[in-house]
């Protein structure tokens, strides 16, 4: 999301975002407006907003806001919708997300819940003047869910100068490696969405077979201390190293000092992390799902591996073993990032917007 606002600045747009409330977060920019939000236990670690602030649909009409975006239905998606229906103006979402492979995070049983998820996800999309969704596979699970308006696929984008020339020298040396090992990244939210245990099933196996591995988990989250244990548990404690969460910026330097970008989800839509990766020219090695299917593209610029970690192994070990596989790959995985800048997506999404406006135009 702060990708594409710093791109419809630079066309010119004015951008105002309404978030919930982080503590201990301060935003750079006055254009984010945050709300009152609850954190629930640790399992989550995730504030929910409480979009209710007394004057808010009086103060955002003041704003003088031709369109809202959303990036899910719930809580401050209802909210815009309420408030975008008050103004007469369009609403466009975003659907980011596969909500039933989240429900764990709810203490109520999956099979009351599913139905509940996917009527709701299908009622708000029909009500909105656009849909978009980072990949085609995601727009078909929507549809499925019931969602009768049309929906366009808009990539997730990044800035491609930020990675572009990314240097991985100070984050080996910080991470008291050398030319020598050969890193596998892992860059994410801890949680178990992620399947990181099986991430590190992975590492064991390629780790019996090349001392020099070492997997790198670079993120923070609810699942951080068990992963930590299950690691020492396994004998990884020298393989399996935990940096913990760097601001955004960072993470390109981590991408360039990997050898290789490994992931074991199966819940990813279009995951920025594996494009950040393949923009410093890092190959990806993942499981083969619809998400990392249309980004990567298998034994061109990364392979993609059946859902084992025995197979997520075979292929990783591939990599470390052959240095010429691992630059003809990453050569192919700059290239192919290119698909996905900033200023292809964006242009994506403004046309999008137009076509929303124009929807709305011919209702009044």
Known sequence: MEALRSFLESEGHEVI??????????????????????TFPAKMRFPLPLPVAPGMCRRIAALGIDLFHTHHPFAMGAAALRIARRLRRPLVTTIHTQYEQYLHYIPLPGALLRPTVRWSVARYCNTCQAVTTPAAGMAEVIRDYGVRAEVTVVPNGIDLRRYRGAAGDGVRRSLR???????GLFTGRIAPEKNLPALLKAARLVADR?????????????????????????????????PGAVPHEEVAPFCAAADLFVTASTTEVNPTSVIEAMATGTPVVAYDTFGAREIVRSGTDGILTEHTPEALASAICQLVASREALSRLSEAA???????????????????YEQAIKRMQRAR
Do not use: C, K, N
Not at 23 to 34: K, S
Not at 177 to 183: C, F, Q, S, V
Not at 339 to 352: H, I, K, P
């Open 17 to 38: 975002i309404f978030a919930p409330y982080y503590p201990g977060h301060r935003d750079a920019a006055a254009v984010v407006h945050r709300f009152p939000s609850v």
């Open 210 to 242: 090349h001392q020099e591995f070492r997997l790198v988990v670079l993120g923070d989250g609810p699942d951080l201390p068990a992963l930590r244990r299950q690691a020492e548990a396994m004998g990884l404690a020298e393989v399996a190293l935990f």
């Open 334 to 352: 700059t290239r192919g990032a290119e698909r996905f800048s900033l200023e292809t997506t964006g242009s994506q999404m403004v046309a999008v």
């Open 177 to 183: 490696l050398d030319e020598r090992h050969a890193i």
